[in-house]
């Protein structure tokens, strides 16, 4: 791990392989160990670099909502500090909410693009509101109430029961979150823009990855994002929830290396 020292922050991230540079930003609320398996393979090709996003794993929390326009521009940031002017952007969830807003900040930046199991719309009036009672409680209780809410939706049913090592491995990394960093991350999902508009206009090659089970942005979302990206690879992954990479690593995997 190194941390590189921008806008403010203290950033961490892993940096592995040499080749043509991909950045891979995890979910909410992770952190970077979330793509140990697909370093492990991309790097045999690519320099694969996966930071901690503003206020998960060990980069700094800061108390205002992170925008995912904010994290986008911290990661730019990162990028000027490893001199790299293109890569290829790749996102799970919330880290695909910041590629979004990376490639509407940043086009000329991105060679292509990866979205998993990830949405262009906006927050309804009610995940808004549920959004900010997660982050109060966090503030509050600590990462516990966050677990709870979202350790169900975030794994499919046969992994719950017949998984525990991943389970634990997704527990973990929530509750090793700062609650100050995720109340401000679900303070800055809440706010951010529709993107289906820049849909039309994103013309990289673009993979869209999506468990079958997911159940917090289910494939119908995936499909909206295939259909409106000229030229989008789509692929659904059967028997996989939200976290597909996870879930089913192999498969994921493949689909990175498009065998
Ligand atoms: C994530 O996995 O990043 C979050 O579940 C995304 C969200 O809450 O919208």
């Given at each position: 791990?190194?941390?590189?020292?921008?806008?403010?922050?203290?950033?961490?991230?892993?940096?592995?392989?040499?080749?043509?540079?991909?950045?891979?930003?995890?979910g909410f609320p992770f952190n970077r160990s979330l793509w140990r398996e697909q370093v492990a393979v991309l790097s045999q090709n690519h320099r694969v670099i996966t930071p901690d996003l503003r206020g998960f794993g060990e980069t700094t929390a800061t108390d205002e909502p992170a925008t995912m326009e904010t994290m986008a521009e911290d990661v730019a940031a990162l990028l000027d500090e490893l001199k790299l002017e293109r890569v290829v952007l790749g996102g799970l969830s919330m880290?695909?909410?910041?590629?979004?807003?990376?490639?509407?900040?940043?086009?000329?930046?991105?060679?292509?693009?990866?979205?998993?199991?990830?949405?262009?719309?906006?927050?309804?009036?009610?995940?808004?509101?549920?959004?900010?009672?997660?982050?109060?409680?966090?503030?509050?209780?600590?990462?516990?109430?966050?677990?709870?809410?979202?350790?169900?939706?975030?794994?499919?049913?046969?992994?719950?029961?017949?998984?525990?090592?991943?389970?634990?491995?997704?527990?973990?990394?929530?509750?090793?979150?700062?609650?100050?960093?995720?109340?401000?991350?679900?303070?800055?999902?809440?706010?951010?823009?529709?993107?289906?508009?820049?849909?039309?206009?994103?013309?990289?090659?673009?993979?869209?990855?999506?468990?079958?089970?997911?159940?917090?942005?289910?494939?119908?979302?995936?499909?909206?994002?295939?259909?409106?990206?000229?030229?989008?690879?789509?692929?659904?992954?059967?028997?996989?929830?939200?976290?597909?990479?996870?879930?089913?690593?192999?498969?994921?995997?493949?689909?990175?290396?498009?065998?």
């Open positions: 791990m190194t941390k590189a020292h921008v806008r403010g922050l203290e950033m961490a991230y892993d940096d592995a392989g040499a080749g043509v540079p991909v950045v891979l930003l995890h880290g695909g909410y910041v590629a979004l807003a990376f490639y509407r900040l940043f086009p000329q930046r991105v060679r292509a693009l990866m979205l998993a199991d990830t949405r262009p719309q906006a927050d309804t009036e009610e995940a808004r509101r549920n959004r900010e009672t997660l982050a109060t409680r966090a503030l509050a209780e600590g990462m516990q109430p966050i677990a709870d809410a979202m350790l169900p939706k975030l794994l499919t049913p046969a992994t719950q029961t017949e998984r525990p090592e991943i389970v634990a491995r997704v527990r973990e990394m929530i509750m090793s979150t700062s609650p100050v960093g995720a109340a401000a991350a679900l303070r800055g999902m809440a706010l951010r823009r529709d993107q289906t508009d820049l849909l039309p206009e994103i013309d990289v090659p673009t993979l869209i990855i999506v468990g079958s089970e997911d159940a917090i942005t289910p494939p119908q979302d995936a499909e909206l994002m295939h259909r409106a990206i000229r030229g989008s690879l789509f692929k659904v992954i059967a028997g996989a929830g939200h976290c597909s990479n996870l879930e089913r690593p192999d498969e994921f995997n493949r689909a990175l290396t498009n065998q």
